[in-house]
T-cell receptor, first 109, second 113 residues
Framework: GQNIDQPTEMTATEGAIVQINCTYQTSGFNGLFWYQQHAGEAPTFLSYNVLDGLEEKGRFSSFLSRSKGYSYLLLKELQMKDSASYLCAVRDSNYQLIWGAGTKLIIKP | ETGVTQTPRHLVMGMTNKKSLKCEQHLGHNAMYWYKQSAKKPLELMFV???????ENNSVPSRFSPECPNSSHLFLHLHTLQPEDSALYLC????????????FGNGTRLTVT
């Protein structure tokens, strides 16, 4: 079966750096997405990786290793507003999106 | 402000009621989706429409009935639901391209009593 694994919950301190990991086992690979979802709000698109390596976008970066079935989302200079759930999703060989259950990130002052 | 609007935001209904969820996208996208989101579970894809044609129905019970009258509007008609159907129902849209991200609405929080 197809599976996406992410930690259920993480805690970090304001101003620090946190890395949220995502591992996947899917039938084929056609790209990986990261989304942010604040409580009671819509998931919003953060990043897309289809080739190996690091994609940087301001305070957020996303890394992909296709050979390891692994990605991470790196958040720097954490702010209180970064408290949210972070969802990892992979497009399989049929271009279907397979979703992880999300990682709830709690930022403490 | 999201380019995908869902109404209502909250809905409480009995098991014998009939109600409809509405979604409208203002982004010029040609694909629309219904997802179910339950606590601590991955998003579950329910239905997909590409250019108004249904291309995906993930074994969803017939008590959920989608309707897509045009590429900007999507409905989910509900009837004789069960308490386990209580969840957040998310609408999304995208361009029908492999690297096109989904744009989600804020969802309808549904409670079935």
């Amino acid at each position: 079966g197809q599976n996406i694994d992410q930690p259920t919950e993480m805690t970090a301190t304001e101003g620090a750096i946190v890395q949220i990991n995502c591992t996947y086992q899917t039938s084929g690979f056609n790209g990986l997405f990261w989304y942010q979802q604040h409580a009671g709000e819509a998931p919003t698109f953060l990043s897309y990786n289809v080739l190996d390596g690091l994609e940087e976008k301001g305070r957020f970066s996303s890394f992909l290793s296709r050979s390891k079935g692994y990605s991470y989302l790196l958040l720097k200079e954490l702010q209180m507003k970064d408290s949210a759930s972070y969802l990892c999703a992979v497009r399989d060989s049929n271009y279907q999106l397979i979703w992880g259950a999300g990682t709830k990130l709690i930022i403490k002052p | 402000e999201t380019g995908v609007t869902q109404t209502p935001r909250h809905l409480v209904m009995g098991m014998t009621n009939k109600k409809s969820l509405k979604c409208e996208q203002h982004l010029g996208h040609n694909a629309m989706y219904w997802y179910k989101q339950s606590a601590k579970k991955p998003l579950e894809l329910m239905f997909v429409y590409n250019f108004k044609e249904q291309t995906e129905n993930n074994s969803v019970p017939s008590r959920f009935s989608p309707e897509c009258p045009n590429s900007s509007h999507l409905f989910l008609h509900l009837h004789t639901l069960q308490p386990e159907d209580s969840a957040l129902y998310l609408c999304a849209s995208s361009q029908a391209q492999e690297n096109s991200p989904l744009h989600f609405g804020n969802g309808t929080r549904l409670t079935v009593t």
